[in-house]
């Protein structure tokens, strides 16, 4: 149960990040987020060994990938000649962050082995969650597709 706790949390710092547009804390909920599935799965490692690893590569991905950023894209000045570049990389990695949570719904949704503290009834709150942070980088798109300053 304090796991979901602390998942929650979590997860609010990457909310408050995207509806904030702040890069900082929409990356760090992420990235906090996969340090807490890698910490969750190590312990079961030992009982199905291809499941876990899976999911220790899923979200060793993840938190490469969020590794937390200061400054926003818009506080860069661009010349014309970048933008397409940025616009690529931010595409790929917001791509990325909703295929990798919503991947980890179904890894919830089947995985035998839940960290300890989550019963199977309370199955539904990880896939929530997940389904939250798959969802949060799309909403994030559209909002920076949106930006002046990309365009």
Same mark, same amino acid.
Do not use: C, W
């Given at each position: 149960?304090? &796991? %979901?706790?602390?998942?929650?949390?979590?997860?609010?710092?990457?909310?408050? =990040?995207?509806?904030? %547009?702040?890069?900082?804390?929409?990356?760090? =909920?992420? $990235? !906090? $987020?996969?340090? !807490?599935?890698?910490?969750?799965?190590?312990?079961?490692?030992?009982?199905?060994k291809m499941l876990a690893l899976t999911s220790i590569a899923l979200f060793l991905v993840m938190g490469i990938i969020s590794?937390?950023?200061?400054?926003?894209?818009?506080?860069?000045?661009?010349?014309? @000649?970048?933008?397409?570049?940025?616009?690529?990389?931010? %595409?790929?990695?917001?791509?990325?962050?909703?295929?990798?949570? %919503? &991947?980890? &719904?179904?890894?919830?949704?089947?995985?035998?082995?839940?960290? @300890? =503290?989550?019963? @199977?009834? /309370?199955?539904?709150?990880? /896939? &929530?969650?997940?389904?939250?942070?798959?969802?949060?980088?799309?909403?994030? !798109?559209?909002?920076?597709?949106?930006?002046?300053? !990309?365009?």
């Amino acid at each position: 149960m304090e &796991i %979901l706790i602390v998942a929650i949390v979590i997860s609010a710092i990457s909310i408050y =990040g995207a509806v904030m %547009l702040k890069r900082l804390y929409f990356l760090l =909920g992420y $990235f !906090l $987020f996969s340090l !807490l599935a890698l910490t969750s799965l190590i312990p079961t490692y030992n009982d199905d060994k291809m499941l876990a690893l899976t999911s220790i590569a899923l979200f060793l991905v993840m938190g490469i990938i969020s590794f937390p950023a200061k400054k926003n894209i818009s506080d860069y000045e661009m010349n014309e @000649e970048v933008k397409p570049l940025v616009k690529s990389f931010m %595409l790929k990695t917001l791509l990325s962050l909703s295929a990798v949570n %919503l &991947i980890a &719904i179904l890894l919830v949704k089947y995985d035998p082995n839940m960290p @300890e =503290g989550i019963t @199977e009834s /309370m199955r539904i709150y990880p /896939m &929530i969650m997940h389904g939250v942070l798959g969802v949060l980088p799309l909403y994030v !798109l559209v909002r920076m597709s949106q930006s002046s300053k !990309l365009k």
